[in-house]
T-cell receptor, first 114, second 114 residues
Framework: GQSLEQPSEVTAVEGAIVQINCTYQTSGFYGLSWYQQHDGGAPTFLSYNALDGLEETGRFSSFLSRSDSYGYLLLQELQMKDSASYFCAVRDSLRGGATNKLIFGTGTLLAVQP | DAGITQSPRYKITETGRQVTLMCHQTWSHSYMFWYRQDLGHGLRLIYYSAAADITDKGEVPDGYVVSRSKTENFPLTLESATRSQTSVYFC?????????????FGPGTRLLVL
């Protein structure tokens, strides 16, 4: 089966950099995704890593190390609007192949303080 | 472009009643998903569908029924609602393309079972 672990809460100040970690255990690995969810809102896709290394999209970056079964989301120049929950997710696998189902971590609540 | 919509947005019902949550998407995505979100559990998959008339169970299917007679609609029915089904329900869709990582979520339905 698949399982993911991420911290439940992270607090940071406006303008700072914060890293949200995610470790996973999977029977097959087909990439790590990140989703953002504001309070009362729907999850929205942020990034996806299939290969090792860093992917940058504006203030957000996502990193993957497949050998360590580990990834992180890096948020730079934090803004108040970044206060939200962040979920990592992996694809479920079936009989050695990837499915379109995602398994989500329990989420990290990021609180950005002034 | 309406995207993906859910109705109702809020619902209060009583134990034992049948409730149907509606989901409609305008992208002609092959895959559709139903999740429930509860504090401490993140997003848990209830049912998913790979195409019209093809559905399969997710992680927590007990007490729920789905159908998909048309590509764009994926209703979720609670046959006899229980208090433990009080939750926020999200519908999502994704393309049939291989390794398409992005799932697009609807705004959610907040269900309270008394």
């Amino acid at each position: 089966g698949q399982s993911l672990e991420q911290p439940s809460e992270v607090t940071a100040v406006e303008g700072a950099i914060v890293q949200i970690n995610c470790t996973y255990q999977t029977s097959g690995f087909y990439g790590l995704s990140w989703y953002q969810q504001h309070d009362g809102g729907a999850p929205t896709f942020l990034s996806y890593n299939a290969l090792d290394g860093l992917e940058e999209t504006g203030r957000f970056s996502s990193f993957l190390s497949r050998s360590d079964s580990y990834g992180y989301l890096l948020l730079q120049e934090l803004q108040m609007k970044d206060s939200a929950s962040y979920f990592c997710a992996v694809r479920d696998s079936l009989r050695g192949g990837a499915t379109n189902k995602l398994i989500f971590g329990t989420g990290t609540l990021l609180a950005v303080q002034p | 472009d309406a995207g993906i919509t859910q109705s109702p947005r809020y619902k209060i019902t009583e134990t034992g009643r049948q409730v149907t949550l509606m989901c409609h998407q305008t992208w002609s995505h092959s895959y559709m998903f139903w999740y429930r979100q509860d504090l401490g559990h993140g997003l848990r998959l209830i049912y998913y569908s790979a195409a019209a008339d093809i559905t399969d169970k997710g992680e927590v299917p007990d007490g729920y029924v789905v159908s998909r007679s048309k590509t764009e609609n994926f209703p979720l029915t609670l046959e006899s609602a229980t208090r433990s089904q009080t939750s926020v329900y999200f519908c999502a869709s994704s393309s049939e393309l291989a390794y398409q990582e992005t799932q697009y979520f609807g705004p959610g339905t907040r269900l309270l079972v008394l």
